[in-house]
């Protein structure tokens, strides 16, 4: 199905489609920022180090929401957060990737 107006590019989903739908989008869109990853600048590096980080996330938002996907792009709990400080460690951003749990968690503990 091809929307035929904006407004109706999620609104004819179910909530379940509708979240699997997000979570592609942005998995997606982070697959196609890697292309930007030329330049040896500091920020586009820190740029690459948050896309890497949304990337793993958006992953493991299709994992859950599609049983089926799960076994091949999902990862355990453990080895999500172990991904996570991976890539953000070797890219240099440990004090975001912190910043960004710390406050995740508790909007999460709300």
């Known amino acids: 199905m091809v929307p035929t107006e904006r407004g109706d590019l999620l609104a004819s989903l179910s909530t379940e489609s509708r979240s699997n739908a997000l979570a592609s989008l942005l998995y997606f869109l982070t697959l196609n920022a890697r292309g930007l990853y030329k330049a040896d600048d500091p920020s586009v590096r820190a740029w ?16 859950d929401a599609d049983p089926d996907a799960a076994p091949s792009i999902g990862y355990p709990d453990e080895a999500l957060v172990s991904t996570l400080f991976d890539a ?3 890219r240099g951003c440990d004090s975001s990737l912190l910043y960004a749990i710390r406050r995740a968690l508790r909007a999460a503990s709300r």
Do not use: L, P, R, T
């Open 48 to 63: 690459e180090c948050h896309n890497e980080m949304v990337h793993v996330i958006a992953k493991q938002f299709i994992a």
């Open 88 to 90: 953000a460690h070797v």
